[in-house]
């Protein structure tokens, strides 16, 4: 079974206007899996959109899931962040791009809004911080196994094999 992290977003707007308030918050639910050389990054968006003016009401939408693979020739690292505020709270999983085209699949109208082009923040909660730290792991000796067959030229970044980092289970006969 290929190693997956659970990952949750939250972005929030508010309009005001002369008709009123429209305030708006989508909550991405997402899921990293790690797929031979390869990173796949599900998402389905949850958009609440709450109207105060001359009627109240709050109108919902749930998104199709949507998918982006990321060869990980392009990217650099993964590190797993607490913030010194935080100490007992959520922990940010970060990907580092090698090439500021990794996460364009993720990008645009019904993307993931990237702060920063070469850098996917993804929020974990307290509860998923262990699992974030064995994903990383995984994932950088998927970026550091990569380089060095590169670096011996046993791989063409185009003819990657699709085998998982974690080995099956042994079968019992």
Same mark, same amino acid.
């Not at 309009?15 to 796949?40: E, K, P």
């Not at 959109?49 to 650099?76: C, H, N, Q």
């Not at 262990?130 to 590169?150: P, T």
């Given at each position: 079974?290929?190693?997956?992290?659970?990952?949750?977003?939250?972005?929030?707007?508010?309009?005001?206007?002369?008709?009123?308030?429209?305030?708006?918050?989508?909550?991405?639910?997402?899921?990293? &899996?790690? =797929?031979?050389?390869?990173?796949? +990054?599900?998402?389905? @968006?949850?958009?609440?959109?709450? #109207?105060? %003016?001359?009627? !109240? &009401?709050? =109108?919902?939408?749930?998104?199709? +899931?949507?998918?982006? @693979?990321?060869?990980?020739?392009? #990217?650099? %690292?993964?590190? !797993?962040?607490?913030?010194?505020?935080?100490?007992?709270?959520?922990?940010?999983?970060?990907?580092?791009?090698?090439?500021?085209?990794?996460?364009?699949?993720?990008?645009?109208?019904?993307?993931?809004?990237?702060?920063?082009?070469?850098?996917?923040?993804?929020?974990?909660?307290?509860?998923?911080?262990?699992?974030?730290?064995?994903?990383?792991?995984?994932?950088?000796?998927?970026?550091?196994?990569?380089?060095?067959?590169?670096?011996?030229?046993?791989?063409?970044?185009?003819?990657?094999?699709?085998?998982?980092?974690?080995?099956?289970?042994?079968?019992?006969?």
């Amino acid at each position: 079974m290929p190693p997956t992290l659970p990952f949750t977003l939250r972005r929030h707007s508010d309009v005001f206007d002369r008709t009123g308030i429209t305030s708006t918050t989508d909550t991405v639910h997402g899921l990293l &899996r790690l =797929d031979g050389d390869q990173l796949i +990054v599900q998402w389905r @968006v949850h958009r609440d959109t709450d #109207l105060f %003016g001359e009627e !109240v &009401r709050t =109108d919902r939408k749930v998104d199709d +899931v949507r998918e982006a @693979v990321i060869p990980i020739a392009l #990217l650099s %690292g993964v590190t !797993v962040q607490r913030p010194w505020w935080a100490w007992r709270g959520a922990s940010r999983f970060v990907l580092t791009a090698a090439d500021l085209r990794a996460f364009e699949p993720l990008v645009g109208p019904t993307g993931l809004k990237l702060p920063h082009p070469a850098q996917l923040v993804l929020r974990l909660p307290a509860k998923d911080r262990e699992a974030g730290i064995e994903f990383g792991a995984d994932l950088e000796l998927a970026i550091g196994d990569l380089a060095m067959r590169l670096a011996a030229g046993s791989h063409s970044p185009e003819s990657r094999p699709r085998t998982s980092t974690r080995s099956a289970p042994p079968e019992k006969t």
